[in-house]
Each structure stands twice: as C-alpha cells, then as structure tokens.
C-alpha cells in the first residue's frame, strides 16, 4: 500500500484539539479539509474499528475510522474507563505515526559489520529460518537460558512471556519494571500484599487532598489521570507537590516543597512523626488493618520536621503544616505512588514510606483514598504447561503487576548456589542486569537477544556496556516500526505492522471497574511488514513450540479466549469494543476477608520479611551522594507530547516540539555565564558528553540540579526529523545504583557539568 500524505500542517493539528488534548481534556475533532478537497467523511464508506492506543503505555481505548483502507479519524472511545472519549496529543498524533516516511518497510539481514546500519531486503521466510537455525544452535550448546527476550509495549506479550516461557529462558526483561516500576510493587507486596498495577488506584471521585513526590500529572501525559485531577483540583481538592522543579502541576499545587534532591525519605519520617506524635493519624483504622505500629511510632519519635529540615532544604513549619493539611483531610487523601521511581538506588524503601502513611491516613479501601483494583476474569488461550515460570502467563496483568518465580539472575547479576531467584527480585527480571552477562559469560553466556519494541540505546543506562553487549552477541534480532538507534546493530530486522494495522492480544485491565478491551485492524499492513503474534508464532512452529501456538489467525486465538466470558470479536464490536465488570473497590464490598495477602493478613508498617532478609523493617533515611563542585545533578522526565524514545520522529509530534532544552536555574546561569536560549554541552562525572541544548533559564528549578526531557539526541540518519535533535541524557547516565531489595536501577545519581564550547 502506497503511503498517504494526510497534508497535517502545525495549524490543522492544533486546530484537531490536540492543544487542550496536551492537557488531555479535549475530545478528537476529524481533521479539516485543506484547499477545497472533499472533506475524507464524504469520500466513501467509512469503517469504524476499535483499538487501544499504543502511542504510550497508557493504552487508552479508541474509534478509528477509516475509508477506503486509509486511517482518517481517530477519537477516544466513550466507553473505555481511562480515555472516556479523550485523547492526548500523542493519541491525536497517531495517525502521523502509521504514516511516518521513515518507518521500517520488510524484513532486512545485516550486509556489514554490527553497527553500520547496512542491509539488505530478504523474504520473511529466509528471516525467520535464518533466527530459528541460530536459536536452536545455541540451546543446544547453551541451552535455552543463553536466549534473553527483552519486550516494550503492547505487543510484547508474544515475545517476553509467551515464546520465552514456551522456550525455556526466564530471561525475559522489560524496561516498564526495572528502569521504572519495580520498586514501587515490590515495597506494595511487602507492605500490603499486592502489586499497585498499571493504573495507580486513587479513588479521584471523593478525594481531597492529594500529594505528589516527584509525579509530574500533565507532563507524562497520562489522559484519565489528567481529567480526574483537573475535575479533583476544579472542586476545590488541596494539592501538595514535592519536587525540585516548578513543574506544571506544581503550577496548580496548594504547597510546593522544593525539596533537595535524594531527601524525600526523610520528608515522608517527619510526616509520619507529625501525623503520630500530634495524633493526627486514623486510629481506629491503623488499629483494625495494620501491624506493627508501636515500631513505627518508636521508629519515628525523633525524626521531627526540624531533623528533616536540616537535611531537604524545607522548612521545619512548612514539613509540619502539610502534614496536617493530609491529616484534615483524611482518609480522603492520598500520596499518589508515581510510575518512575528507580531514583537513587534505597528506592523500594521510600516507596515503602510512601504507602506507611498512607495507612496512617487510613486511605487503602475508603471512598476516596485507595480502592481496591480487580483483575477481569478471563482464561488464557490452552497450552501446555510452559517450560519456564514467567512473568503474566494470559497477559491479563498491566505493566508493573509482574510476578515471577524463577529468576536465576537477581539484582546481583549473580545466580544464587541453589539455582533460585534472589528473595526479593519479584518483579520481571531486572533489565540492565542481564547486559554483564552477554560481555563475561558469568555466572553463563547470553549468546542471543531479541529486541521488541524497545529503544535499548535511548533506555538502559551506560550506555557504551550495552553497545558492548550487542557486539559480544553471537545472535542479535530486532523488532520494531521504526529504525531505532539499536537497530543498526542487529543480524535480522523484523519490521512490525502498527497498533492500525493488527489484531493483538486482549487488554485485559486491573481496574476499580475492571475491563476488557479490543484490539483490531482498522487497514491491511502498510509495506510487508507483520504483527508480532504472527512472527512469534512462525518463529515458534520454526522450533517445535508447535503446541503452545495451536491457532492459525488472530481471530481464532482472541474468539477463544473470548468465549471464557461468554462473548467473541462480533460481541465485542457490538458493544464498542469494551466489556465491563463488577469490581470491588471497598471494604465493604469484601465481606469479611482481609484484601491484603501479607503474612499477617494486614498492611505491614513493620516488615518481617525484610528483617528476616537482612534489610531494614522500617524505612531508614540514606543520603545520596552530593554533586562535586562544578557540577549539577541530572534530572530528566517526559515532554507533553512525546513518550519515551519513540515519538520524536512523528511529524506531527515532531513539528510541535523537535528538541529537549535544559532547564537550569537563572542565578546558576548567570554565574555560568550563559544566557537564555545558547546552546551548550553538557559532559558528566566520567567525561560523557551530550550534544548540543538550549538553556532554559529559570527560576522554577532549585539551583543544585539540572533538568532535561528524555529521548532526544538520537543518532539514526534513518530518523530523519528526530536525528541529532537536541541531547541525549541516557548518554550522560553512565551510572546506575541498583536497589538492593527491587532490582530497580537508579539513574538520577549522575552529575553535569556546562560546557560552553559547542
């Protein structure tokens, strides 16, 4: 199929609603008919097809219409829980996506040296026979752990859990749990017994009072989150935001701590001594639901506001007013977990902090605290039992709901003696520790690694190990739409149809109402591109996993596990591409069973399980490293209209905002002797350097720290709108700490310094 030009200009993008949609808060609108041609719902039949958005984990339900095999329109779906008929301007922009000029167009083999970028064009026959001859050789001479699988997005269930597990490796790593989430559920299974899942459980109908510590609502995008918070903070709701930086919800907070950066430990210990030592916490409900608090109250009694004050740059009165601006509040009122926490490395233990005073506010399973998320019920396709224990068996878990059982590499890097997993590495096996083992082979060799949908030189910090890594490999295949950086470094190219072109597996949601929602094809498959349920299961029949893909379309596989709830592909349609079911959010929806699955059935403000491992029971301030003269810490986050790595090059996305800036405070810049708007470098602790940025200067950044949006800087030619745009800062996080009890890799321990020579 020919590629459309849909003649999107900055000014019919805005014009779409994408500009309120960057607020998240306003509906799609069809695109405006350009210099008298007929407007595209006058030119043919039109088909409606119901999606889930892949432009962002997030995965807001949509409409897409379509005429005569082009995607025209695209709206949020009404019916979906998290879009409710919105979309950001990532969702808005991605039509532009389908249509990117750059996109990978069929299956490639390397023609030189790794790294080059040269290829050539092959059959997907020879492709897939080629990866399946050199998989198997090396099981037979490795066995099946020397493959690593790491996956991204929503089409990586095919790929990280069910090939993976059918073929042995526990070796299956995704970025959304060790570069993001996984402290978060690891100190949510420790403290109450449950992972937070996908969609953090605020119950925004009666909140009143939220706090956030380093969450940035409206910058990362998130579309629900947006339109509860602006419908929660319209009403009246208090905000408190902790955060080094002056970000956009700061903007709109009750009280901003610009709290020192790697303190916010010793910011949660003194609320707690506040909400304690005043009585201000939820007794009867700490009584009823929790263990361990005369610990925790003898744990805190010493660590007032006016100890934390010396150590986050706050004030004491400040620490202490806000304390009971929650408790007044209470148990309507909330601190909202976050998604990015891998931090600086005792990440788990502020995670833990964070959900003890929750507890103290009596918020988990009270109308306006916490709900309860359900998972939908819905059984997963039949196949035999898998060779390997992995990470979500049916895909019916949302990133971050991972659980694991045999992980033979833990945070150490180190197998354990008796071959099991560290004791608390529970999430997917820790990404960035699977890259040592393809350089030195201990404790055994990676020999092969497939790449799904996962920008692994723009993602995993250090950089020049992974690049390493990839030449060490004696098996490199990547999968993705567009050619990523990481691409040129692959044997076998497997260019992927996008979330348009592609029935994919059901998005099954933990949720206060759990859902399922469709996936489905709104046009063929532009260029010979695939969807990854096929390529994994060609790949799977190549090398006898014949049994554990025992269907021949998507539709077959889907209508099957569909049935499990008494519906199909055509129910579905019918009923707008969603099916609802009855959650139970609250205590009182739960009858008499304690919802938590902790040893002692309650939340656990004192850990056993961490005392019986050799860590702290309770959280104990860590300070981190300070910045050395001269320089600044990096900090870094997400742009309205971009995520991660992957959008930069969309045309539309790109036009509205093509490079990252760097944000630093006004007086440091004027000591640095640079101006608003130069360009500078930026080089880091170890002599990394970025490339070229323009300084934002400004007073709504602490002075002890830098920030800049991720994902830019990209060095592809093949990108040709995102390439050499901006700088890069996965380039300059040469460093990582790595959370001892989580696995989480903390990165915002590096340090930059201004270089002025550009």
Not at 190 to 195: D, K, P, R
Not at 345 to 351: I, P, S
Not at 656 to 664: C, D, R
């Amino acid at each position: 199929m020919a590629l459309v030009d849909l003649k999107i200009t900055r000014r019919t993008f805005l014009t779409t609603g994408a500009t309120v949609g960057i607020a998240g808060l306003a509906p799609s609108y069809a695109l405006a008919a350009e210099n008298g041609d007929t407007p595209w719902y006058r030119r043919g039949r039109i088909e409606t097809t119901y999606n889930y958005c892949d432009m962002c984990p997030w995965r807001c339900g949509i409409v897409v219409r379509s005429v005569d095999g082009v995607v025209q329109k695209v709206d949020g779906n009404p019916l979906d829980p998290k879009s409710r008929g919105m979309l950001c301007a990532r969702g808005q922009g991605g039509v532009s996506f389908l249509n990117d000029p750059d996109r990978l167009q069929a299956p490639m083999m390397r023609a030189g040296e790794r790294g080059e970028g040269r290829f050539e064009e092959v059959t997907w026959e020879r492709a897939l026979d080629f990866i399946a001859g050199k998989i198997n050789d090396i099981k037979e001479r490795s066995g099946p752990e020397a493959l690593a699988i790491f996956g991204h997005t929503s089409g990586e269930y095919w790929f990280t859990d069910l090939f993976a597990q059918a073929w042995g490796t526990p070796n299956a790593a995704k970025p959304s749990s060790s570069l993001c989430l996984s402290p978060r559920e690891e100190a949510a299974q420790l403290t109450y017994g449950m992972a937070v899942g996908g969609h953090e459980p605020v119950d925004w109908d009666e909140l009143r009072c939220l706090t956030l510590i380093g969450s940035h609502i409206g910058e990362d995008t998130r579309n629900t989150v947006m339109q509860d918070f602006a419908t929660m903070w319209s009403k009246g709701g208090k905000v408190i935001v902790v955060d080094p930086r002056f970000s956009s919800v700061a903007a709109k907070a009750d009280y901003w701590l610009p709290i020192k950066p790697g303190t916010d430990t010793a910011l949660l210990l003194a609320w707690m001594n506040v909400l304690i030592t005043e009585g201000r916490y939820d007794a009867s409900y700490v009584a009823d639901w929790t263990v361990g608090f005369d610990e925790l109250s003898a744990h805190v009694a010493d660590l007032t506001p006016e100890w934390a004050a010396s150590i986050t740059d706050l004030p004491a009165e400040q620490i202490r007013e806000t304390a009971r601006v929650m408790a007044d509040n209470l148990p309507q009122s909330v601190i909202m977990p976050g998604r990015h926490v891998t931090w600086y490395g005792n990440d788990t233990q502020r995670l833990r902090a964070t959900y003890l005073i929750n507890a103290l506010l009596g918020a988990y399973g009270r109308p306006g605290g916490l709900y309860f998320n359900k998972s939908p019920f819905l059984e997963e396709y039949p196949h035999p039992p898998y060779a390997v224990a992995g990470s979500s068996g049916g895909c019916s878990a949302e990133p971050g709901e991972e659980v694991s059982d045999e992980l033979p590499l833990g945070p150490s890097g180190k197998a354990r003696a008796d071959g099991a997993r560290d004791t608390f590495l529970r999430g997917a096996t820790a990404l960035q520790e699977l890259i040592d083992p393809m350089i030195s082979g201990d404790p055994y060799r990676i020999e092969g690694l497939i790449v799904y949908g996962t920008n692994l030189l723009n993602s995993v910090p250090n950089k020049p190990r992974t690049i390493e890594a990839l030449k060490a490999l004696d098996l490199v295949v990547a999968i993705d739409v567009l050619p990523q950086e990481h691409v040129a470094w692959a044997d076998v190219v497997l260019p992927e149809s996008t979330f348009f072109e592609r029935y994919d597996q059901l998005w099954a949601v933990s949720h206060k109402t759990p859902y399922i929602a469709m996936r489905e094809p709104a046009i063929p498959p532009m260029y010979d591109t695939r969807p990854a349920w096929w390529m994994a299961r060609e790949l799977g029949i190549r090398v006898g996993l014949d049994a554990y893909f025992d269907w021949e379309t998507a539709e077959e596989y889907l209508d099957k596990r569909l049935r499990s709830v008494a519906s199909n592909l055509d129910d579905m349609r019918a009923e707008g591409g969603i099916i609802m079911q009855n959650g139970k959010p609250y205590f009182e929806d739960l009858g008499e069973s304690s919802p938590f699955r902790t040893p002692s059935e309650k939340i656990e403000l004192y850990s056993q399980q961490l005392a019986d491992a050799g860590f702290d029971p309770m959280p104990v301030y860590e300070a981190v490293e300070e910045p050395p003269a001269g320089f600044y810490r990096l900090l870094y986050g997400r742009h309205p209209v971009h995520t991660f790595a992957k959008t930069q090059n969309t045309p539309v996305l790109n036009e509205l905002y093509s490079e990252n800036e760097l944000w630093l405070n006004e007086d440091a810049a004027d000591d640095e002797g640079v101006a608003d708007g130069e360009y500078v470098l930026l080089e880091n602790q170890d002599g990394a350097r970025s490339g070229p940025i323009r300084v934002k200067a400004t007073q709504r950044i602490r002075s002890d720290a830098v920030f800049m949006p991720h994902g830019f800087g990209q060095k592809t030619k093949k990108l040709t709108r995102a390439y050499g745009r901006g700088a890069s800062d996965t380039e300059l996080q040469t460093r990582y700490a790595l959370d001892p009890i989580s696995g989480g890799a903390g990165m915002r321990i590096n340090f930059v310094k201004i270089v002025k020579e550009v």
